[in-house]
Nanobody, 122 residues
Framework: HVQLVESGGGSVQAGGSLRLSCVASGATQDIGCTGWFRQAPGQEREGVAVIDSDGDTAYAESMKDRFTISVDNAKNTLYLQMNSLKPEDTAMYYC?????????????????WGQGTQVTVS
């Protein structure tokens, strides 16, 4: 079992930056994939970025040049650095983890989820 807790959300002006954090606890040694997803009201949850156990990353096309996913394994912490934020980035952001090790999906099929942290861009 893995527990995930996000933090770092808040309100920011368009063009600003935020860094989200996700601390994992429990059976973290079994995690093969971690990622960030977001969901705006009335919309489906969409993948933002994922990272596998080798450090390989994948991003949604609209966020590739603005967002950076990283992980600090020693701290069991996943990060999402968000730059050049736009109003359309406003959403609840969730971190997720799964045991996949060969390919990390951008679909919301992960086993473990955090509670979410709100990001509002005005």
């Amino acid at each position: 079992h893995v527990q995930l807790v996000e933090s770092g959300g808040g309100s920011v002006q368009a063009g600003g930056s935020l860094r989200l954090s996700c601390v994992a606890s429990g059976a973290t040694q079994d995690i093969g994939c971690t990622g960030w997803f977001r969901q705006a009201p009335g919309q489906e949850r969409e993948g933002v970025a994922v990272i596998d156990s080798d450090g390989d990353t994948a991003y949604a096309e609209s966020m590739k040049d603005r967002f950076t996913i990283s992980v600090d394994n020693a701290k069991n912490t996943l990060y999402l650095q968000m730059n050049s934020l736009k109003p359309e980035d406003t959403a609840m952001y969730y971190c997720a983890a799964d045991s996949l090790v060969l390919f990390c999906t951008m679909r919301d099929l992960y086993k473990y989820w955090g509670q979410g942290t709100q990001v509002t861009v005005s």
